[in-house]
């Protein structure tokens, strides 16, 4: 009996314990010589994927422990930060294996200097919109719902990623924005300080017009236009003695600036409307014409 236990133990160790070593010991990559040799085998390769296995199980615990208590706007942003660490912490674990196991990390990043140098070429406006995103999400520069102008398009933003930001245009267009952008370009944020916004719409009336009743029609358009807050009141200017005509402008707040352009346009019906009513005239270019004849001989 003792014997047949022996014979067992001997052939796990030798048959299928030496195969497995055999196995993991196959080279998968093996360049240099003496102390520049690099070997890769399969065995290395195994440690590491269950090294970032292991990482990512850890990982993926500490995001859920402290996401959990966070608002959703600062999840989104904690999650794209997150992205970049987990990179981080893979790309160490892997050197870290590899030193460990015994491979001139040296020698190897020696080797592949050229590869890097061509990869941070071809990713530099990569990098640029990764740290632009970092930049966003760690300064609060942008948020989620502020409504920006980039281009002359004018969106509200819906997301913010580590590379790239994400914008509804009035036209229900999405515009993809690379967040180094918001380092190298002014962009206009109507939302930063507060979310009203003041905008003005212009309108001219002929000459001889009583300008009192023409600030009070513009102001009743204005307080009887839904979306007109009634704090700060509006307020109308005369702004210039024009060619054709006097120039006023109504300058008014607004909760929600990204349908401003309809907010204008129904106030200029209103307008329109009223000045019909009250016999007022909005006037149009004119320019007089002087004919001289000829002298003839």
């Not at 608002?71 to 294996?97: A, E, H, M, R």
């Not at 924005?177 to 905008?199: C, D, G, K, V």
């Not at 307080?223 to 009141?233: A, E, R, T, Y």
Request: proline residues 3%.
């Amino acid at each position: 009996m003792q014997e047949n236990i022996e014979a067992v133990k001997e052939v796990i160790a030798e048959d299928i314990w030496g195969s497995i070593k055999h196995f993991l010991h196959l080279e998968i990559i093996n360049v240099g010589a003496d102390d520049s040799k690099i070997v890769i085998t399969v065995g290395l390769l195994l440690l590491v994927f269950v090294s970032f296995y292991i990482a990512s199980l850890v990982l993926k615990l500490i995001r859920l422990v402290v996401s959990r208590k966070l608002p959703s706007n600062d999840q989104l942003k904690f999650l794209s930060i997150f992205t970049f660490i987990k990179y981080i912490v893979y790309i160490l674990i892997f050197i870290g294996v590899l030193s460990a196991s015994g491979v001139n990390i040296t020698l190897l990043l020696t080797a592949s200097a050229a590869l890097f140098v061509g990869l941070g070429l071809a990713l530099k406006e990569i990098f640029q919109d990764i740290i632009g995103g970092l930049y966003i999400i760690l300064d609060k520069s942008l948020l989620v719902g502020d409504i920006i102008e980039i281009n002359g398009k004018v969106g509200r933003v819906f997301e913010i990623k580590l590379r790239t930001t994400r914008a509804l245009t009035r036209d229900d267009k999405v515009v993809i924005i690379p967040n180094h952008n918001f380092i190298t370009e002014t962009i206009l944020n109507y939302t930063q300080n507060h979310r009203a916004t003041r905008e003005f719409v212009k309108v001219s009336v002929a000459y001889g017009t009583d300008v009192q009743k023409v600030k009070a029609i513009l102001e009743n358009c204005a307080k009887s236009q839904n979306q007109v807050l009634k704090k700060p009141s509006p307020i109308v200017f005369f702004e210039d003695f024009g060619d054709s005509g006097l120039v006023f402008s109504l300058n008014f707040f607004i909760s929600d600036s990204f349908i401003d352009p309809k907010i204008k346009s129904d106030l200029r019906f209103k307008i329109e409307a009223e000045f019909r009513k009250q016999n007022i005239t909005i006037p149009f270019p004119q320019r007089d014409l002087h004919i001289y004849p000829k002298n003839s001989d």
